[in-house]
């Protein structure tokens, strides 16, 4: 037996390979800094834990719907209408365990062998690895670094065609930390609202950003929320990438879709996960306001450090938690780089062409670290700055 040859189209996640190198670099007795994973580095909010423990102390310990549980389904309705300005109810939300089965289950309940999908390039991994897995034609569309990572609009208006079936946006985006102007959104609405398409809107980051105004949904603008899934979750805005739990806002015809998926795979997410789940939504914000000030303070310190380094320079991203800093002064591929830092600096960082051909040239830096750990990590990197050569101007 061996595996079938659809599973040669899958990806997987390069932050994983370069943890199981520093981990093998720490076993040796290195001293490494790790900015290569992207999760928040602080506790879920106590009074979620306590909610946890209070529904394994009621039982809900049991099946509960493949859709999700009715009150945190209505409790995400609730939200999602008062963050993005649009009117939704519990029977428009998908509980699914993650943010990733709302990529994996949409995509193979709409897109066909030789379907287009347009994606962000450099992107989250994972959109281009399930456009081949089903067989589908990705198309990639460049972020341009000048315009804070958005699109270049003349470009994705060129890139559709008529089998054009999803528009997959992410803001505020991984890797780059880019956020979509409410303009570039709008004028991105107007471009697809009269296709047979329907838009991915991948917003797990949308409560971490820096900017004056909230991101900018697409999904609130006239004729546009039947054409979006909305995708977000539980794991970056609470820190609770180990509780398995994200969610899709979308459609009713395409949540009788998702649900069959989920019945067929995972039954249904935890039930004591969700009844806490219900507290982070509902309970007090703090934890998350705190977090992202935290964040900022990172960001700024971190960013400045970087733009020290001979060859480096790095834009203060407008959203998530990574620096992605263009290195393409320092005449290396940014994967040589990547592997100089962690063995030569014991810094953990990642290759930016691991995102998209438009990646190479840069490094993904997460600074969900101790601003004295990032301060740390932008010391070593400039420590061994001779060992390139970075091209002058």
Not at 101 to 125: C, N, R, S, W
Not at 128 to 153: H, N, T, W
Not at 245 to 269: P, Q
Request: contains cysteine; proline residues 7%.
């Amino acid at each position: 037996m061996r595996l079938a040859d659809r599973m040669n189209r899958l990806e997987i996640e390069s932050a994983f390979d370069v943890l199981v190198k520093a981990r093998a670099l720490e076993a040796r007795g290195r001293s490494v800094v790790h900015l290569e994973i992207g999760e928040p580095d602080f506790p879920s909010p106590a009074h979620v834990i306590e909610a946890a423990k209070r529904a394994l102390d009621e039982g809900w310990t049991h099946y509960g719907p493949p859709q999700g549980l009715p009150d945190l389904r209505d409790a995400i309705a609730a939200y999602i209408s008062r963050t993005r300005g649009i009117t939704v109810s519990g029977k428009h939300v998908c509980v699914v365990p993650g943010g990733k089965p709302i990529i994996f289950f949409p995509m193979l309940a709409l897109i066909e062998p030789g379907d287009e999908v347009i994606y962000p390039d450099p992107g989250f991994p994972i959109y281009r690895s399930m456009i081949q897995f089903l067989g589908a034609k990705g198309v990639p569309v460049p972020l341009v670094e000048e315009r804070g990572f958005s699109f270049d609009l003349d470009v994705l208006r060129d890139s559709l065609s008529a089998k054009t079936k999803m528009l997959i946006l992410n803001s505020p985006e991984n890797p780059t930390g880019g956020v979509i102007p409410p303009e570039d959104v709008r004028a991105i609405a107007a471009m697809v609202k009269d296709r047979d398409l329907i838009v991915l809107s991948d917003e797990i980051y949308s409560r971490i950003y820096y900017t004056p105004e909230a991101p900018f949904s697409i999904a609130s603008l006239p004729g546009m929320q039947e054409k979006t899934i909305i995708l977000d979750g539980f794991s970056k805005t609470y820190a609770m990438t180990g509780w398995r739990l994200g969610y899709g806002v979308m459609a009713e015809w395409l949540v009788d879709g998702v649900n069959r998926l989920m019945v067929n795979s995972n039954s249904c997410a935890a039930s004591f996960t969700q009844r806490a789940a219900i507290e982070a939504l509902n309970g007090p914000q703090t934890g998350v306001d705190n977090m992202v000030a935290q964040f900022r303070q990172r960001r700024s310190a971190f960013c400045a450090a970087l733009n020290e380094i001979p060859g480096f320079s790095c834009r203060p991203p407008a959203g998530a938690f990574y620096a992605f800093a263009n290195v393409k002064a320092t005449c290396m591929g940014s994967n040589e780089l990547a592997d100089l830092l962690l063995e030569e600096a014991g810094v953990a960082c990642l290759n930016g062409g691991s995102f998209g051909t438009q990646g190479e040239g840069y490094l993904r830096f997460s600074f969900a670290n101790s601003i004295e750990n990032l301060l740390e990590a932008a010391k070593r990197i400039k420590a061994i700055a001779g060992k390139w050569q970075p091209k002058a101007g």
